[in-house]
Structures are given as C-alpha cells and as structure tokens.
C-alpha cells in the first residue's frame, strides 16, 4: 500500500466523519487596538491528538494558546472544550495547564513545592498531594532535586520541573508555549521525543507553539501553519511537506523549487504544465486546476535527480548547468541552472561512497523527476 | 626533578605578580570610596557626638567641657580616659521622659511605617502594571514633591488639617460633618504628615522589586488554578518582600527621629524623640545631654536593624 510520506502512529480521529471534536475553534478573532492578532480562525482539535500551531513570531499562534488557557478573551467567535463554550471562564476555572516559554517556576519555592501549588489550589489532601508529587518528579527524572530551588537547576531541569507542574494536575489539554525554545540543539531533539512518550503515556491532548518546523513536524501529529492570524493549512506532517496547499505553506516548511507555469490541458489522469519560458512539465497528482489557469508547480530538491545525460525513460527532464555544489556528507545539494535562467535546487542522498556520474561546476547536466513528484499549487 | 618544579614555579610568579598588585590595587580603590564617605562623613561626626556627650555642660563657647582634648598632649589625653564619666546616660535613665519619648517615637514611628506599606503598595503595585510607556511619567509624578521645601510642604498640611482649614471646610460644606474635626495637634495629624512626607521612599523600592517581577508568574499561579487574590498573596507578595523591606526602613529610620513633622503638626502635648533632642539642644543648651540622646538613639536603631539584616542574609543562605 502506497502512502504520502511516512506515518507516525494509527491515530487519524480527523479523518473519521463520526469522530466528535474536543476542541473548537469557531470563527475566533482577536484584536489588540488596530492590530488583529487572530482573524476569523476556525480550528478542531481532538482527543489524544499531538497538535503543533507553527508560524513565524507575530502570526498569533501564541494569541490562540493564550485565548485557550484563559488569559486573552476572543474580541469574537467561540471556543468550545468538550463542548463546553469558554467564554467568560477564568484561567484558574479552566481544566487546561499551560507550560510557559519562560517556565514561570516560582522562584521562592522549591521544586516539590512548585510541582505541589496547582494540587493545593485543588484542596487535594496532603498524602495524595506528596504521592503525585513523587509519582511527577519520578516522571521528570528529578527525585534527587525535590528540595532545589528553580535556581538552582540548568535549563534542561527547570524546563522538566515546568512540565511536570503543568501536567500534574492532570488536566484535559496541555498547553505547551514553545516548549524547548530555550534548550540547546542536542537537548532539546533529546527532549522532543521525551515528550511524545510523556503524551503517550499520560493520554493527554497536547497543544504546542511553536517556530521550529522540525520540532512540529517530529512531535505533532497534525500541524497548523499560520500566517498573520490565519490558518493556511491543517494536515499531518507529511502531508504538510508532500502536499502542500499554498505557496506560503511550501515556502514555510522545508526547500521547494516552484516553477511559474499555465495549465496547459487536462488528460485522462494528467495536467500538461508550459512554465513561463516554454519547458513542458507533465503531473499526474490530480491537481485540479483550470485549463490556462497561472499556477505555481512545486518540487522538493530530493524528488529531482540530477544526471549528465537525458535519463531515457523520464517524463519531465530539463536542461541546465551546474551552478553550485555542496558537499554535506549525508547528501549532496546541487544548483543547476536551467537553459532559461532559473536555480533548481536538487538533493542527492549519498548511498554510496562513490558516486557514479560525477558533476562539478560549468558542466551541462540534466534534472528530472516523476509526473507524481510535485504539486500543483493554485494560490 | 624536585628543583626543576622548585625553579619554575617562583618564576611564573614573578611574572604575574606585579600585575595582580596592580590589579589588586584598583579593586581595593573602587571598595575603598564608599568607606571613607562612611569615615569622614559618618564615624568622625559621630565621634564629635560621642565625645560631647561625655562631656559637661559649661557656660562657654562650644557650652561644654572639654573632654580628651590634645591640648595637654598625649599624657593629658590620657588622663582624659580616668576622669571619663557616663553621667549623662545615667541622666537619661533617671528621667522618664526619655524613656517615654523613645517608646512614643518608635510606636509611632512603627505606625506611621505599616500606614505608609499599606497606601505606598498599591500605588507601586499600580505604576509597576501601567503601560511601560507612562511608567517614567508616574515615577517623575511620585518625586515631584521633592522639588518643593519638605518644610513648606508640612507647613502646607498646617493649613488643611487646622479646625478652619480646607479639609474641615470642605466636609463640611457637603454635610458629612457639623462641628470640625481636631486633627491638627495630635497624633493622628502626625500619621498623616509621615505617611504623607515618606511615601515616596516607600513607593520607590516597592516599585523597582515588583517592577522586575515576571508577570507570567501571576499567570503560571492562575493557570494552575489560584484566584488573583491568592495569586498575589503566594506569589507577588512574598516576591516582593525585599523592596517591603527595604521600604519599611527608609521609613522607619528617619521617621523615629523625625522632628519637624511633630513639632508642627503634633503640637506641644506630643512626644516625640527627636523634638526632645530639640529642645535640649536649643531650648537648654544642654549639648552634652543632647548628644547622649543622640547616641542612644542611633544604638536602638543600628542595633536591631543590625540583627534583622543578619537574620535576613542567614534565611537568603539557607533558601539557596
């Protein structure tokens, strides 16, 4: 069985007509004074769902995250948890926890006491409360520093003394605001997947902000990506990367090549492109634009192969000129311009320690790629 | 292979020595500024004061004996030393005047400190959550007073606490009294007049401490489920206990020894520290009874304070 990209867990409520919603965004928008932060944004989250919002800074996935734990009110639309309309619940009402950028540990606590303040809000009797707290600190890794004060702990301890806070309540949604921003690299891919295991393991929905498309795209299992208050897509990750609907979403994620082009005809299952300089490129992904209608073809650098010769049995193949090539171990990238001026950019994954048919700068060469290897994208 | 370690090392050393002498030096001179502010401009008077009040009153000028004077050299000054006498403190001990004024004083002072934490915090609270923008015009507006005479601007209270003055006539003149009001010459008028003097050196440590305080802190409480009143009480407060501190004191220290605020506002019947030394210094000319006061006054003070701050750093180590 074919599939778009790979799948990271049997978990697909979205594609389930009957599957009932546990979040909703309905028609949500948010102003500051002039400055609309969020616009007429509708989204649905569900139950266990891993959900990443991910945008440059400023494009109000924060807003969204705030407006869900309660600390921003919607100027106007809804937002439903469980079927319940939040409006006019206050944050300390709200079953929700979030888990701050700056961890907002309390400074003049210790880390047991930290862990320990959402239970006390609670009325939960102490002996309950000194078992969760143990059963967090064990979950976090952190047994040994239930008596640190947050100063006293590195970045990668107070962001787990965070997270163990924000879920030690248990609460129905996770709220999580760039949670490894202020981790380094190695910890922070480390980190990555502690958190899906923790998601796992706890059966929590987790909403997450973040700018870091590899992050989202490791952790979510559905990715939103805005852009100035809206919502341009809501997909899985490969489907984000395979199948992107917008240019802006292509852009976003990833390298892409776009070639500006007309529909030229519609075939029985294919779409004859002309680009803007006369080169042909057939597609056969269903695309459903207009015949004459401009659109934009998109293709990944690792979907075009790059070779000396015209590759006999290849459907779409142009001709060019090795412009650049770099070097990078794992894979090589090529820039090859096209006859009629464009860069493509093409990857090559190093299989092999030789390479068969060696390019290098000024030679002529040819890129190619399979009919189902990009997308057309109307808008 | 011993001495070839012994040679080496001195050598280094030489090397680096001057330059660390150097070094040394210019750190030792950046702490060193602050101590001789502190030597000339307070342990030298003090001193002064401290020999005065050692002293008898004589009539003469300066009005009193003098006391381990060099002018009859070293042996002179010695012999100085035997015919010490503390009569003056044992004077101070025989009259329960000063013992009441210190009592008075510290009471008050103590009040009118808790009365000015109680109207200084949510002003400070409330500059320090204003739009950044307006914050620098809030705190231009709490140090405004300065740029007036303290003295004329308590003289000013003079004339709207007194039984004709503007708040008398204004209550009355909506009916919410009928007789006026006896604020001016008693202790509640010197309450308003502390408060009123010394809410700037309140607001402005409360202000920076709470300032610099993370708002998302108050959030993080709220989201895990406390009410912003209990929000503030668990987390602003106890965060901003250092500038409370700190706020109390500038506060309180001044506000024991105040002389102006009592003598103009407290009238003759109240009892205060300061307008006792006052009158001693000026009204008897006794300056060696004064001094003594002086002293005592500034050993009820440091001491105490002395023991908090200690206690303070003690608790701060323990909580690292």
Redesign the interface.
């Given at each position: 069985m074919k599939s778009l990209g790979s799948i990271r867990r049997d978990f697909a409520p979205w594609n389930d007509p009957n599957a009932k919603p546990y979040i909703q965004f309905d028609k949500v928008t948010k102003k500051f004074g002039d400055f609309t932060a969020v616009n007429n944004l509708s989204l649905t989250i569900f139950e266990r769902e891993f959900f990443a919002l991910l945008g440059a800074s400023g494009c109000g996935k924060s807003t969204l995250l705030r407006m869900l734990a309660g600390f921003e009110e919607p100027t106007a639309g809804r937002i439903l948890l469980d079927g319940q309309d939040l409006r006019g619940i206050p944050p300390y009402k709200r079953p929700v926890n979030m888990m701050f950028q700056s961890y907002a540990l309390f400074p003049h606590m210790t880390v047991e006491k930290n862990i320990a303040f959402g239970l006390k809000q609670e009325g939960m009797p102490g002996s309950d409360i000194e078992k969760r707290v143990a059963e967090m600190l064990k979950l976090v890794k952190l047994e040994q520093f239930a008596k640190r004060k947050p100063h006293q702990l590195s970045g990668g301890q107070r962001q787990r003394v965070a997270l163990a806070r924000s879920v030690a309540k248990r609460p129905k949604v996770l709220l999580l605001d760039e949670p490894l921003g202020a981790l380094d690299k190695k910890l922070r891919e480390e980190t990555q997947f502690e958190l899906m295991d923790l998601q796992q393991e706890l059966g929590l929905t987790f909403v997450v902000v973040t700018h870091d498309q590899e992050e989202a795209m490791t952790m979510a299992d559905r990715i939103a990506i805005m852009d100035k208050g809206e919502v341009m897509q809501v997909a899985t990750p490969a489907e984000i990367y395979e199948a992107p609907t917008s240019r802006f979403v292509a852009h976003f994620v990833g390298n892409v090549n776009m070639f500006e082009g007309k529909v030229a005809e519609h075939t029985a299952n294919a779409t004859r492109i002309t680009g803007a300089t006369g080169a042909e490129i057939v597609v056969d992904n269903g695309g459903k634009a207009a015949a004459g209608s401009d659109i934009v073809f998109a293709i990944r650098p690792e979907k075009i192969k790059v070779s000396s010769k015209k590759p006999a049995d290849a459907v779409n193949a142009l001709e060019g000129e090795v412009y650049d090539v770099a070097y990078l171990g794992d894979m090589t990238v090529y820039h090859i311009k096209l006859d009629d001026g464009q860069i493509v950019r093409a990857s090559a994954l190093n299989a092999s320690r030789v390479t068969e048919d060696p390019l290098t700068w000024n030679d002529r060469a040819w890129v190619s790629f399979r009919p189902d290897a990009g997308v057309v994208l109307t808008r | 292979m011993t001495d070839i370690a012994a040679t080496a090392a001195p050598s280094t050393e030489t090397a680096t020595l001057p330059a660390r002498l150097a070094k040394g030096f210019v750190n030792r001179l950046v702490i060193i500024i602050p101590y001789l502010w502190l030597l000339f401009f307070f342990l030298i008077p003090f001193i002064i004061v401290f020999k005065i009040s050692l002293s008898q009153t004589a009539i003469s000028m300066p009005p009193y004996t003098p006391v381990l004077d060099f002018s009859d050299g070293i042996s002179g000054f010695l012999a100085g030393f035997r015919e010490l006498n503390f009569d003056n403190y044992t004077w101070l001990t025989q009259d329960a005047l000063y013992f009441n004024a210190y009592v008075t004083s510290l009471i008050i002072a103590a009040i009118s400190t808790m009365l000015t934490l109680i109207v200084g915090y949510p002003i400070a609270y409330g500059m320090a959550r204003a739009p950044a923008t307006i914050r620098p015009t809030l705190l231009m507006l709490v140090i405004l007073p300065f740029w007036t005479s303290f003295l004329i601007r308590v003289y000013a209270w003079i004339g709207i606490l007194k039984p004709e003055g503007l708040l008398n006539q204004l209550l009355m003149s909506l009916h919410i009294i009928s007789q006026p009001l006896v604020i001016l010459n008693t202790y509640t008028a010197i309450f308003i007049g502390i408060v009123y003097s010394y809410l700037p050196f309140m607001v402005l440590p409360l202000y920076s401490s709470l300032e610099k305080m993370?708002y998302?802190?108050v959030?993080?409480?709220?989201?895990?489920?406390?009410?912003?009143i209990?929000a503030f009480w668990?987390?602003t407060f106890?965060?901003s206990l250092p500038g409370v501190v700190a706020g109390c004191l500038l506060v309180f220290i001044p506000a024991v020894g105040e002389f102006v605020i009592p003598d103009l506002l407290g009238g003759s019947q109240t009892l205060m520290i300061g307008k006792t030394l006052w009158n001693e210094f000026f009204s008897n000319r006794d300056w060696p009874v004064s001094s003594a006061v002086a002293v005592i006054l500034l050993l009820v003070l440091t001491i105490p304070i002395m023991f908090f701050q200690q206690a303070q750093a003690k608790a701060q180590e323990q909580?690292?």
């Open positions: - | 993370d998302s802190l959030e993080a409480a709220e989201d895990l489920g406390c009410p912003p209990g668990k987390i106890p965060l909580g690292r």
